[in-house]
């Protein structure tokens, strides 16, 4: 299973951007998606996740109203759409399947993990 993300990019602070992840032979439409990211100097940490049919959600409370996660299933896609955006939140953002139907807060409740997007918040 190969996740890819994508859509990451320099704004400045309080735009808004949406990142994707998907994965090309559609093996994670039965799993949790999560989202986490990993700032220079800094430990990965989560940021969102949903379940397998997009109904149960969960965010960090960083990131809690400004931040959306959701999942197009015709597309194969989970997005994370980012509002409001800090120069804090820069970082490079990964997605990982989980390897049951529900995200979890834990990395290590997921099995399969994407290359990471860059996103970058000047001030």
């Known amino acids: 299973v190969q996740l890819q993300a994508f859509g990451g990019g320099l704004v400045q602070a309080g735009d808004s951007l949406k990142i994707s992840c998907t994965e090309s032979?559609?093996?994670?439409?039965?799993?949790?998606v999560g989202w986490f990211r990993r700032a220079p100097g800094k430990e990965r940490e989560f940021v969102a996740a949903?379940?397998?049919?997009?109904?149960?959600?969960l965010y960090a409370d960083s990131v809690k109203g400004r931040f959306t996660i959701s999942r197009d299933s015709a597309k194969n896609t989970v997005n994370l759409q980012m509002n409001s955006l800090k120069p804090e939140v820069t970082a490079v953002y990964y997605c990982?399947?989980?390897?049951?139907?529900?995200?979890?807060?834990?990395?290590?409740?997921?099995?399969?993990w994407g290359q990471g997007t860059q996103v970058t918040v000047s001030s």
């Open positions: 990982a399947a989980a390897r049951s139907s529900y995200g979890s807060r834990n990395f290590n409740d997921y099995k399969y």
């Open positions: 949903i379940s397998w049919r997009g109904g149960v959600t």
């Open positions: 032979r559609r093996t994670f439409s039965n799993n949790g």
